[in-house]
């Protein structure tokens, strides 16, 4: 399935719901994918303790950016929903015109 701009616009509704899910799928398939072109490249063995490794870093890495992400998210929700009191002003200046004839 594609989403293009213009099902942005028209399924805004639609994207919130389902495009994380369908991202998060998407990039698990690239991210398996690209470890096993790693994997045959490097010529390592996937039992290896060095290829766990490398493998748990990766995850950290994927880990770490969803934690960031979700905080950015919730961050700017916080900031953009929360009452914020406004300070009272301690000076306030009234401009009054007359008209002269």
């Not at 701009?5 to 899910?21: H, K, M, S």
């Not at 799928?25 to 010529?43: A, D, K």
Request: charged content about 20%; glycine content about 2%.
């Amino acid at each position: 399935m594609h989403v293009s701009i213009t099902d942005i616009g028209r399924r805004g509704r639609w994207l919130v719901f389902n495009a994380t899910p369908f991202v998060v799928n998407r990039i698990t398939t690239r991210m398996n994918v690209c470890l096993q072109e790693n994997l045959e490249l490097l010529q390592a063995q996937d039992d290896s303790e060095i290829w766990t490794a490398y493998v748990d870093y990766v995850d950290e890495v994927v880990v770490e950016g969803f934690f960031n992400t979700i905080q950015c998210s919730l961050k700017f929700l916080i900031d953009n929903t929360s009452p914020r009191p406004e300070p009272a002003s301690l000076f306030e200046a009234i401009l009054e015109l007359k008209v002269t004839q």
